[in-house]
């Protein structure tokens, strides 16, 4: 399997697992800010879990950033999108996988 194919593998796990995990917690829960925050902040734990994803996301997109700057990315808008709407669990395999689209020239 090429590099490619392994990145767009993670890429649809990546976005699978999360979201899969949300719309059963949000059928169970409903759509409440306030108990999502609740169960984010449950304890020192989840808190560090959420500290932890937050700055990964940060990092992850000063990432293609950078690549984006040094020609290695052609755009780095969707690893911001993907970042935001899913998670580092999307955002990164998705960086990878651009890297490698244009290194191989497509």
């Not at 949300?22 to 902040?41: E, F, R």
Request: positive net charge; aromatic residues 10%; glycine residues 8%.
């Amino acid at each position: 399997m090429r590099l490619k194919q392994v990145y767009v593998c993670f890429c649809v796990l990546g976005t699978v697992i999360p979201y899969c995990l949300l719309i059963k917690w949000l059928l169970t829960n409903g759509i409440s800010p306030a108990k999502m925050g609740t169960a984010l902040a449950a304890n020192e734990l989840s808190l560090f879990f959420v500290a932890d994803v937050i700055l990964s996301a940060l990092i992850v997109m000063i990432f293609a950033s950078s690549e984006h700057r040094a020609g290695r990315v052609r755009a780095a808008w969707p690893v911001y999108v993907g970042t935001l709407l899913v998670g580092v669990s999307l955002g990164l395999p998705l960086t990878l996988y651009l890297r490698e689209v244009k290194r191989n020239g497509g």
